[in-house]
């Protein structure tokens, strides 16, 4: 097989608050579709995640409040996690911080090369913001 490209669905409760979460993570909506819609997309760049409400996938948010470190479960959340790669993770923290965003793991330089930070959804999917180390310097 030679996948031609990619693209997750993620199982939201509600698609229009959804739209919502993603404009203040900085991405926009690409398309709905459904009357009322029931399913849609969200861009950044080249990538797109599609939303699917009530199905397509699991979700459910945990009541920790870190994902990683002495206190976190990195499988307590039972929706998806993705990696997204940025160039600055700080600046979306900065970003993710100003919009009352969930952030559950700061900026940290991990011992994989990557520096990265989590920020979760309401349904529990969640976002692995990185950059490689090796890439900053």
């Given at each position: ?21 993603f404009e203040r993570l900085g991405w ?110």
């Open positions: 097989m030679l996948a031609k490209g990619l693209t997750p669905i993620l199982n939201v409760s509600d698609l229009r608050q959804s739209f919502a979460w926009q909506k690409s398309w709905d579709w459904g009357d009322p819609p029931g399913f849609g997309a969200v861009c950044s760049g080249e990538c797109t995640i599609f939303l699917c409400q009530n199905g397509q996938g699991g979700r459910g948010r945990a009541d920790i409040a870190q994902t990683f470190g002495r206190d976190g479960d990195d499988a307590a959340d039972r929706g998806a996690w993705m990696s997204i790669w940025v160039d600055d993770v700080d600046a979306v923290h900065r970003h993710c911080l100003e919009q009352g965003l969930e952030v559950t793991w700061p900026p940290t330089d991990m011992p994989w090369n990557v520096r990265e930070m989590h920020v979760r959804h309401p349904d529990g999917h969640v976002f692995r913001i990185g950059r490689g180390i090796e890439e900053a310097d």
